[in-house]
Nanobody, 119 residues
Framework: QVQLVESGGGLVQPGGSLRLSCVASGFSFRRYSMTWVRQVPGTGLRLVSS????????NYADSVTGRFTITRDNDKNTVYLQMSSLKPENTAMYYC????????????RGQGTQVTVST
């Protein structure tokens, strides 16, 4: 079955950086687009960034464009989210999911990784 395991979150000061990782198993990773989404308690999931199966096409939420970079390594079955110039409003639980942009498969979400941006 599809399994996605996120890691790399933590507590970071405003202006800092983090790199999130998501290791996939149970499906042919290199055939699928992947997406990062985020959730703050009491609110719905919000799209952060997507990458196509080959890594040649990406998209980003306006709020993170220029600060976050999504990449993937198909040999390692891993998708990454490099987060820079972090702001307190980036605080959330981050999940990776299978699929492109708003067509992602919500039932593939893993346990998530918490990002907290605070002094």
């Amino acid at each position: 079955q599809v399994q996605l395991v996120e890691s790399g979150g933590g507590l970071v000061q405003p202006g800092g950086s983090l790199r999130l990782s998501c290791v996939a198993s149970g499906f042919s990773f290199r055939r699928y687009s992947m997406t990062w989404v985020r959730q703050v308690p009491g609110t719905g999931l919000r799209l952060v960034s997507s990458i196509d199966s080959t890594g040649t096409r990406t998209n980003y939420a306006d709020s993170v464009t220029g600060r976050f970079t999504i990449t993937r390594d198909n040999d390692k079955n891993t998708v990454y989210l490099q987060m820079s110039s972090l702001k307190p409003e980036n605080t959330a639980m981050y999940y990776c999911v299978r699929g492109w942009s708003y067509d992602y498969e919500d039932n593939t979400r893993g346990q998530g990784t918490q990002v907290t941006v605070s002094t």
